[in-house]
């Protein structure tokens, strides 16, 4: 009585120590600092069979578990199994399985292994009124834009709270997000992406490589991206802290074109040509393009076909006119199908670089944004329109899954 009365009063001591707590203290530690105390009674300690050691005193008890962690049926199951049928104590099962004292006591005393299901607070929405409230979300347009309270009147005549309506749909993964802006598809139109993905799904690079990709973009100067700062909460209207807002931003349009991993003209619509309609698209870029397309074919023997869009501009009668006597060959391009059009990346690319590099000058002259507009434009890595032209097969396939609606690029 006298070893355990020892014991006790050093076990004690030691408590009062604030080192790691016994479950996560190595057995060598906590042995070797008892024998600090009493030479004597460490050596009665170690001959007693209160503990059984099953891992080498050197090496400390798994603590790999989370204390407060619910086990799983396995888990459970595992302790139930190595205490009813291989007669391990429960401080030899910590020390193999790394569970604590009080996981494997619940998991022993249950009756059986399986995690019983749990009671709470009742949900105060039905199953039927979330399967209802889906439906309802699902519905239109209109009704994915009203927020949770809204969609609690419109729906339970505002019985149940906002709360509620935001946790039954989190429940089945609907969070609010930004919605995506996307051109308008019509059912005829979404026929003719549809048609065009199917018809170009199993083309080749070698294939891809013989079209020359065209587009424009307005390019202007300053952040076109959200703008994040470092500051403090009382530093809101601190000037180093605002990004200025222009009521006319100065920007100017661009023009450019590739095939393959290689760039063609990149044209920086001059202030002199006006605005771009049918006859300033025949006067500035309709000559270059048909420049370009017979010096690939003189010196790389490769006939390319051109690819515009349906802006009013390409699709005019005198447009077509000019490209048929210049015997250009033009793709049938479906409408309002920027995602299948690789050349759109490249705007983001260049307007990337642009906001990167000279993103502080918030409004630069004319000169100044045409030269920047030129510079990203040959900084434009031939790898990056590798890339977008090895994207075309998995553009053609994402319009084929949407079924000629709306997709990811």
Not at 94 to 105: A, F, S, V
Not at 198 to 208: A, G, P, R
Not at 265 to 277: D, H, L, M, V, Y
Request: glycine share 4%; with cysteine; hydrophobic share 35%.
């Amino acid at each position: 009585m006298e070893l355990f009365g020892d014991y006790n009063r050093y076990y004690l001591l030691w408590l009062r120590t604030k080192v790691l707590p016994p479950c996560q203290v190595p057995p060598r530690a906590l042995f070797f600092w008892l024998g600090q105390l009493r030479p004597k009674f460490y050596r009665n300690f170690l001959q007693t069979s209160i503990f059984h050691l099953s891992t080498p005193l050197s090496q400390p008890a798994s603590t790999t578990m989370a204390p407060n962690r619910h086990l799983t049926t396995e888990e459970r199951q595992r302790i139930r199994t190595l205490y009813f049928d291989g007669h391990l104590s429960q401080p030899r099962i910590q020390e193999t399985t790394g569970y604590t004292k009080y996981q494997i006591r619940h998991a022993i005393r249950a009756p059986a292994a399986e995690v019983a299901p749990r009671s709470g607070r009742p949900r105060v929405i039905t199953a039927d009124q979330e399967l209802e409230l889906i439906r309802y979300v699902c519905e239109s347009k209109a009704h994915r834009r009203m927020s949770f309270l809204e969609l609690s009147i419109a729906l339970f005549n505002s019985l149940l709270n906002w709360i509620t309506i935001r946790n039954a749909l989190y429940r089945h993964g609907f969070r609010r997000r930004v919605a995506r802006k996307k051109p308008p598809i019509s059912e005829a139109n979404q026929q003719k992406r549809l048609a065009w993905a199917i018809e170009h799904k199993d083309w080749t690079l070698e294939q891809w490589r013989t079209i020359l990709w065209s587009d424009e973009t307005w390019v202007v100067g300053g952040p076109y991206r959200k703008q994040y700062v470092t500051r403090r909460i009382d530093e809101e209207w601190d000037p180093t802290c605002i990004v200025e807002k222009h009521q006319r931003k100065g920007g100017w349009m661009f023009w450019g074109c590739f095939y393959g991993s290689t760039k063609g003209p990149g044209i920086f619509w001059e202030k002199e040509w006006g605005s771009i309609n049918e006859y300033s698209y025949r006067k500035n870029i309709l000559p270059n393009v048909y420049e370009f397309i017979d010096d690939t074919f003189e010196q790389h023997h490769l006939q390319l076909s051109f690819m515009q869009d349906g802006a009013p501009g390409h699709r005019a009668a005198g447009t077509k006119k000019d490209l048929e006597n210049r015997k250009i060959i033009v793709v049938d391009w479906p409408p309002f199908s920027p995602d299948l059009n690789p050349i759109e990346s490249c705007w983001n690319w260049m307007k990337d670089y642009i906001e990167d590099k000279y993103g502080l000058e918030e409004k630069p002259s004319y000169a100044k944004l045409k030269r920047y507009v030129e510079e990203a434009w040959q900084e434009l890595p031939e790898s990056y329109l590798q890339t977008l032209l090895d994207s075309m097969p998995s553009r053609c396939e994402a319009v084929i899954a949407a079924n000629g609606m709306h997709t990811k690029y």
